[in-house]
Nanobody
Framework: QLQLVESGGGLVQPGGSLRLSCAASRFTLGAYAIGWFRQAPGKEREGVSC????????NYADSVKGRFTISRDNAKNTVYLQMNSLKLEDTAIYYC?????????????????WGQGTQVTVSS
């Protein structure tokens, strides 16, 4: 079973930056499309970004376009989400997910594996 581990969350002021990491053990992430999702209190889990299995295609939710960047480093078996110009409304638990379906967007229904999540809090 693929195990995903997110890290990099924390408390940051509005306008600040964080880089989230999604790492896997025992399996190569390069075999999957990877998505980042987030869930704020009282809200449904929503898709934030996706990178295709080959890394040639990415997509972003409108709310994060121009601020977030997804990338993958197959040598490190890790996918990153660089988050800049953070806003209060970016506060949520962020999850990465892996899918056998190779393309983006990565729908929740297509996710085959999920990480445990990492908390991102944007507050002044």
């Amino acid at each position: 079973q693929l195990q995903l581990v997110e890290s990099g969350g924390g408390l940051v002021q509005p306008g600040g930056s964080l880089r989230l990491s999604c790492a896997a053990s025992r399996f190569t992430l390069g075999a999957y499309a990877i998505g980042w999702f987030r869930q704020a209190p009282g809200k449904e889990r929503e898709g934030v970004s996706c990178i295709s299995r080959g890394g040639g295609s990415t997509n972003y939710a409108d709310s994060v376009k121009g601020r977030f960047t997804i990338s993958r480093d197959n040598a490190k078996n890790t996918v990153y989400l660089q988050m800049n110009s953070l806003k209060l409304e970016d506060t949520a638990i962020y999850y990465c997910a892996a899918s056998f379906f190779p393309s983006c967007p990565l729908l929740k229904s297509r996710a085959d594996y999920w990480g445990q999540g990492t908390q991102v809090t944007v507050s002044s």
